[in-house]
């Protein structure tokens, strides 16, 4: 599985908000079309932090899901709850964190 990390700002008091936009939106077919196998959504303080595994490296799935008007239209959803961290944001890969270090258990 691929994983990424998207960081952005949210009000404390918008995580229901945000969920219930996923939740509509992971009941489509969309997931399926862009590779999204898991999403995990945190907040702390007044940070958003979303958790995604996808099927496939994530800048594939991000160039799938930007071509399809449904995954548009959750990004116009979200827009009242989020807002990019960095201003300079311009697309979802400018929100991406970058992963320094990983590590995985054995099997024993």
């Known amino acids: ?23 509509r939106h992971d009941a489509t077919s969309v997931p ?12 702390f303080h007044g940070l958003y932090v979303h958790l995604i595994g996808f099927d496939r490296p994530a800048p594939e799935a991000m160039r799938i899901a930007q071509s399809l008007p449904a995954f548009r239209a959750v990004s116009e959803d979200l827009a009242p709850y989020i807002e990019a961290y960095d201003p300079n944001w311009r697309s979802p890969q400018d929100a991406m964190a970058r992963r320094f270090y990983h590590w995985t258990s054995s099997p024993e």
Do not use: N
């Open 1 to 23: 599985m691929h994983e990424t990390m998207i960081i952005a700002k949210m009000a404390p008091g918008d995580a229901d908000e945000v969920a219930a936009v996923f939740g």
């Open 32 to 43: 399926h079309e862009i590779g999204v196998r898991q999403r995990s959504l945190y907040q």
